[in-house]
């Protein structure tokens, strides 16, 4: 199976400043077509999780442009330009490359 | 609009069965592959099942294989998870999803609660 691991575990962050995340897999996601199998989701409090970056750097439909995604192989970074409020909650990676599909642990998102 | 809609969780006990349902609505249903995923309380979340759109392929996690099974009616636009013996760490939300042609988890239900107790 493929380990996902991500860091920091929490992440206390100042509105108007950037933050990142990172996302380790235990094998790489690189597909032939230059494509990562590698997503990134948010869970904001009380809510289903949504999909934010697909394919390693996608932005999902209506996801704002202050959140990028980058990396290849097995080392992945999400990125926040500027931080707003509503961007609090969990962020998770997860790797869509083979089953079982797997999750990282998590990185809780909280203002300072 | 895209909507999906869990529903069947509840309260059982240890050994029992129960079976999920997902109801789908706003898209082609029969053209994508469907994910189960869950979430145990204050835990991280966990996929458990997929199943290809037209229902001839599918994959289990580990920790549900030989236990659960995944299924869909197309003509219902449905997708279901059949659950048996079930154990105390199947206790979760779960939650249906979509996978885009992209692999990726694009829309989520808003999950089911599933306690297993005596």
């Known amino acids: 199976d493929i380990v996902m691991t991500q860091s920091p575990l929490s992440l206390p962050v100042t509105p108007g400043e950037p933050a990142s995340i990172s996302c380790r897999s235990s094998?790489?996601?690189?597909?032939?077509?230059?494509?990562?199998?590698l997503d990134w989701y948010l869970q904001k409090p009380g809510q289903s999780p949504q999909l934010l970056i697909y394919l390693g750097s996608n932005r999902a439909s209506g996801v704002p442009d202050r959140f990028s995604g980058s990396g290849s192989g097995t080392d992945f970074t999400l990125k926040i330009s500027r931080v707003e409020a509503e961007d609090v909650g969990i962020y998770y990676c997860m790797q869509v490359l083979q089953a079982p599909l797997t999750f990282g642990g998590g990185t809780k998102v909280e203002v300072k | 609009e895209v909507h999906l809609l869990e529903s069947g969780g509840d309260l059982v006990q240890p050994g029992g069965s129960l079976r999920l349902s997902c109801a789908a609505s706003g898209f082609t249903f029969s053209s994508h592959d469907m994910r189960w995923v869950r979430q145990a309380p204050g835990k991280g979340l966990e996929w458990i099942s997929s199943?290809?759109?037209?229902?001839?392929?599918?994959y289990y996690a580990d920790s549900v294989k030989g236990r659960f099974t995944i299924s869909r009616d197309n003509s219902k636009n449905t997708l279901y998870l059949q659950m048996n013996t079930l154990r105390a760490e199947d206790t979760a939300v779960y939650f249906c999803?979509?996978?885009?042609?992209?692999?990726?988890?694009?829309?989520w239900g808003q999950g089911t609660l599933v306690t297993v107790s005596s």
């Open positions: 094998q790489s996601l690189l597909l032939s077509n230059g494509y990562n199998c």
């Open positions: 999803a979509r996978r885009s042609s992209d692999r990726a988890s694009d829309y």
């Open positions: 199943i290809s759109s037209s229902g001839e392929t599918t």
